[in-house]
């Protein structure tokens, strides 16, 4: 998992290009865009969602096998858990049009509070909860790009 600032994504371009074209499209989205699917590049989609941050995000941890996620809210703040997927106990079975397992039972809990120029990338060793709120319960407008892995 990686937490960074909008500020600093040029570090990303030697690293990978997708998501180095990921993060431009996060840095440069407007709070107005619609809610949906966009396509940045071949192997890089944006999903922008919107949706009321809660106390505990019921179905536990997700995970996937063929992105990484990379979660922006462009409206709002977000705190996503964060533990490794080694040891964690399968919740909800591994679905494959959605390329997405659920997990519970973390070995070692961490959090990153994202919003504010402050993104989030996760790996697919990276199992996570998005949608716990900071503060209270907010309506926030959220990003996850998509960068293709397989």
Not at 5 to 10: A, K, Q
Not at 117 to 128: R, S, T
């Amino acid at each position: 998992m990686i937490a960074d600032s909008l500020h600093n994504i040029d570090i990303y371009k030697k690293i990978s290009n997708d998501i180095y074209e990921g993060l431009l499209f996060l840095r440069n989205v407007k709070p107005e865009i619609e809610i949906g699917e966009y396509k940045v590049n071949q192997n890089v989609k944006a999903l922008v969602s919107q949706y009321e941050t809660v106390a505990v995000f019921e179905r536990g941890y997700e995970a996937h096998k063929n992105v990484i996620d990379i979660q922006y809210p462009i409206i709002g703040l977000e705190k996503i858990k964060w533990c490794p997927l080694t040891g964690m106990t399968m919740h909800i079975d591994y679905d494959p049009l959605k390329d997405r397992a659920f997990y519970k039972n973390p070995t070692q809990e961490s959090h990153v509070i994202i919003g504010n120029n402050i993104f989030g990338i996760f790996f697919p060793e990276d199992a996570h909860g998005p949608q716990h709120f900071v503060y209270g319960p907010e309506l926030i407008k959220k990003i996850t790009i998509k960068v293709k892995i397989s």
